[in-house]
């Protein structure tokens, strides 16, 4: 990810009559030995969660609309039945047309909150009119949190604009006093996805190898977890010839989720070293790179983890959100969360122990010749669900949807001695190989949306595969954010000391293009579909359902549904509806979330590269919305629009 910098000072531009704060009652922070005292505080607590599932009836008070990333929402005003009726309600315009315009809009009492390339926003989400907005550049990009304060300390939205973290008032904007200095703290750090909010903590990811929980009534720091095993951790073995002191851009770039009943936030950590494509300077299994980690919401001690990628040379860090979900097996249904993953596998674990429910298998792969270079020899596999997105390829896959594009993808694979690949083709310094997914996925950030009532964990993948080989190279070079757009820049190995030359390195080639399809239409090289949303039960781990997502008006004339490739994520509803923008076709659909098909969808002004969110209004109305930003590692074509959709 790029080092922020923030350049904004807090402008608030006001609008709207004044009213007094929402407030919500906080439970005590811990209980006593007194009989009373205890029966005080459960009630306190169950007034906490009626609060909470009142607003999860109206609102979306979270990125995932609950604290652990389900993405779930109670309401049914909009239905299978009438969603074709669907129609826009109003549109804003935040005049920043940068792109990487990724925030799910958040909304609290008919009021929205987001974050967007000049600034952060508050909006009447009924119509779209602003209420404040706070002047920043290099901001969190894919959004804000908000904390409900008590009867001494008024509602927060919690952001970040490059190094700093910032608290602000969420009815005026203004930096929220007793806040660090003066509504800021100094991160020494930049954030790329909103804080988790547990109690009274905001639980901060970065650009940096640690996750830090920072105090948002005060802006002190109460702990630090370091997502590289230092000595005395558990896997610390696993960074070999002290490779550990030196190991490059590990972090946590995508979204946190939260089991707060049992006080564990589950992290998404990246791949380790500061070169995507080549470990030899980190020998090891390298922990906890490309990990799920679950750690204690309070303390910041290390619960569990699980490693989704041994010695990862592929660029498939983890940014997906772990998401909360119960899952059956053998009849006991267990508490789980279910983890999309870059290679299109789909692990479902148990939440308190990090166990696979359906069970995880090593398996051989291929081992690499590059210089130097020491990989694993197997990976983790899960048992179910069968993988998501396609992880092999072979010529005879190669697409034939057209005589043309049949042409240019056999050519490609002729004139590069490409071969056919396995999970996990490692990339070769004395050739070119194709491997699936690539560094863009399969899943990517997108991560999973869970239908509880219906029994099934629905996510969005495409097949989009990469291919080239390493190239030796010298010079200093830089680790981008999700994998997707950075493969081709050279990034360096270890300097022997400090002031030495750059060493040596290894980059990642690809001779022509960016991915493996035509760059000029984006058709991909292989055999369809290259996009699709897909659905897995709950209860026996199987695919239930999946479809093409996504379309290329040319193909669709003909008759050919492809589906596309795909940033951004679905969201479902207790309607039986799922919603979700993502493809590079700029339209935002909606689907029927019991089989999968298509139900209504809606040209919009850019590919909504974004997570979704549904809220209902003061006005009775339940309106869904998006931001349509485009740009991204999909180059699409840029806008700077929020929409919102109601029934018409």
């Not at 807090?10 to 811990?30: I, N």
């Not at 974050?115 to 894919?142: E, M, S």
Request: with cysteine; glycine share 12%.
């Amino acid at each position: 990810m790029g080092v922020l910098v923030w350049g904004g000072v807090f402008r608030p531009r006001l609008g709207g009559p004044e009213g007094p704060p929402p407030q919500t009652l906080q439970c005590a922070a811990a209980a006593t030995v007194d009989i009373m005292h205890r029966l005080l505080v459960l009630t306190a607590v169950a007034m906490v969660l009626l609060s909470a599932s009142t607003h999860g009836q109206k609102d979306w008070l979270y990125y995932g609309q609950d604290q652990g990333a389900s993405r779930y929402s109670t309401l049914s005003q909009i239905s299978t039945s009438n969603v074709a009726t669907l129609k826009r309600a109003w549109t804003f315009h935040t005049g920043d047309k940068s792109g990487f315009f990724e925030s799910t809009p958040i909304v609290v009492d008919s009021v929205m909150y987001f974050a967007a390339g000049n600034g952060f926003y508050a909006l009447d989400a009924v119509t779209g009119a602003q209420i404040w907005k706070v002047d920043a550049t290099r901001t969190t990009r894919r959004g804000v949190s908000y904390w409900p304060g008590d009867a001494q300390t008024r509602p927060r939205i919690i952001a970040s604009a490059g190094t700093k973290l910032m608290a602000l008032d969420a009815k005026t904007g203004n930096p929220s006093p007793g806040f660090g200095n003066a509504g800021v703290v100094e991160l020494e750090d930049s954030m790329n996805s909103p804080a988790a909010i547990y109690k009274d903590l905001a639980i901060v990811q970065g650009n940096k190898a640690w996750i830090r929980a920072w105090n948002i009534r005060t802006g002190t720091l109460v702990w630090t977890f370091n997502l590289i095993a230092q000595p005395g951790d558990p896997g610390h073995e696993t960074w070999e010839q002290e490779s550990w002191k030196d190991p490059g851009d590990t972090n946590v770039w995508g979204f946190l989720s939260l089991d707060a009943a049992r006080g564990l936030v589950f992290l998404p950590n990246s791949m380790p070293g500061s070169n995507d494509y080549y470990g030899g300077t980190r020998h090891g299994d390298n922990l906890y790179g490309t990990s799920v980690i679950a750690v204690d919401a309070d303390t910041g001690r290390l619960r569990w983890y699980r490693q989704l990628v041994h010695h990862d040379i592929w660029d498939y860090d983890l940014g997906a959100a772990p998401a909360l979900v119960d899952v059956v097996k053998n009849g006991k249904m267990i508490p789980a969360v279910a983890q999309i993953t870059k290679m299109g596998l789909l692990f479902v674990l148990d939440r308190t122990t990090g166990e696979p429910v359906w069970g995880v298998e090593e398996r051989p792969v291929p081992q690499s010749t590059a210089p130097c270079e020491k990989t694993a020899p197997t990976q983790p596999f899960p048992v179910k669900p069968a993988p998501l997105a396609r992880n092999s390829m072979t010529k005879a896959d190669l697409a034939t949807i057209t005589p043309e594009h049949e042409a240019y993808c056999k050519g490609l694979w002729e004139k590069y001695g490409l071969q056919d690949s396995v999970p996990y083709t490692p990339w070769s310094d004395k050739h070119d190989i194709v491997l699936f997914p690539g560094a863009v996925g399969g899943g990517n950030w997108n991560g999973v949306a869970v239908n509880q009532p219906l029994g099934l964990m629905i996510t969005n993948v495409m097949n989009a595969g990469q291919w080239g080989h390493l190239e030796l190279a010298t010079g200093r070079g830089r680790r981008g954010g999700e994998g997707a757009g950075r493969g081709d820049a050279p990034v360096r190995g270890r300097a022997d000391d400090e002031g030495a030359q750059p060493a040596a390195t290894w980059r990642k080639v690809t001779p022509e293009g960016r991915r493996f399809w035509d760059p000029n239409t984006m058709y991909s090289c292989q055999a369809p579909p290259w996009g699709e949303l897909v659905a897995v039960s709950t209860k026996t781990g199987d695919i239930a359902w999946h479809v093409p997502l996504g379309s290329f008006d040319a193909l669709e004339a003909k008759g050919i549904k492809t589906g596309t490739p795909s940033l951004g994520g679905a969201i479902t509803t207790a309607g039986n509806l799922i919603f979700i923008g993502a493809t590079v076709d700029s339209k935002f659909r909606a689907f029927d979330a019991r089989t999968g098909k298509e139900l209504w969808s809606e040209k919009i002004d850019a590919p909504a590269h974004a997570i979704p969110s549904t809220y209902m209004g003061r006005d009775g109305k339940q309106y869904v919305a998006i931001a349509a930003g485009g740009g991204g590692f999909l180059q699409s074509p840029t806008s700077d629009t929020v929409i919102a959709f109601s029934l018409q």
